[in-house]
């Protein structure tokens, strides 16, 4: 069946460290990928998507690239900021669903 | 853009009583919505896909006519908790799907006393 897989948390980084959360998924077909964000108490936001193989989505300093080869989507920033302290998600689109990760909490501290 | 807002944000109720939680798409037409449940530090779950002008479709485990949806029009999608008891407390969060992506309405808060 399709499923989602990502890196557990929680996650703790020094500003200006770098990030990276992994994602590794299952699915038939042709997928599509996405990250989205959930600041505390609110609904999540799209960060970032591609829609075909070695489409590299990007968005206020974040990057994932979509590796069919490896089944891969992991999201990746240069240097944190306390304000990206949140819950990532890494989800697939497979057309008729949608499928979530588990979702990795990222705490950044001064 | 591609807004979709939810109301209320939070709502308190006595156990009993009905909660009706509204999710519109505001700058999209969107045939089908999605409702998600989620409890503290989990992923979302997804409860069930309403599709305008049709019955929704309901995940494996999810009372039917304990949350009844409703979407009667390409920019609203209504979820009634019926009936509500302490353990229906939780963040509902609703969906709308424009193209082939799922955008999100920030949430309703549920707290049944």
């Known amino acids: 069946g399709n499923s989602v897989t990502q890196m557990e948390g929680p996650v703790t980084l020094s500003e200006e460290a770098f990030l990276t959360i992994n994602c590794t998924y299952t699915?038939?077909?042709?997928?599509?990928p996405f990250w989205y964000v959930q600041y505390p108490g609110e609904g999540l936001q799209l960060l970032l998507k591609?829609?075909?193989?070695?489409d590299k989505g990007s968005n206020k300093g974040f990057e994932a690239t979509y590796r069919k080869e490896t089944t891969s989507f992991h999201l990746e920033k240069g240097s944190v900021q306390v304000s990206d302290s949140a819950v990532y998600f890494c989800?697939?689109?497979?057309?008729?669903?949608?499928?979530f990760g588990t979702g990795t909490s990222l705490t950044v501290i001064p | 853009g591609a807004v979709v807002s939810q109301h209320p944000s939070w709502v308190i109720c006595k156990s009993g009583t009905s909660v009706k939680i509204e999710c519109r798409s505001l700058d999209f037409q969107a045939t089908t919505m999605f409702w998600y449940r989620q409890f503290p530090k989990q992923s979302l779950m997804l409860m069930a896909t309403s599709n305008e002008g049709s019955k929704a479709t309901y995940e494996q485990g999810v009372e039917k006519d304990k949350f009844l949806i409703n979407h009667a029009s390409l920019t609203l999608s209504t979820l009634t908790v019926t009936s509500a008891h302490p353990e229906d407390s939780s963040f509902y969060i609703c969906?709308?799907?424009?193209?082939?992506?799922?955008?999100f309405g920030p949430g309703t808060r549920l707290l049944v006393l």
């Open positions: 699915a038939t077909g042709y997928p599509s």
């Open positions: 969906s709308a799907r424009k193209v082939e992506t799922q955008y």
């Open positions: 989800a697939l689109n497979t057309g008729n669903q949608f499928y």
């Open positions: 591609a829609t075909k193989a070695d």
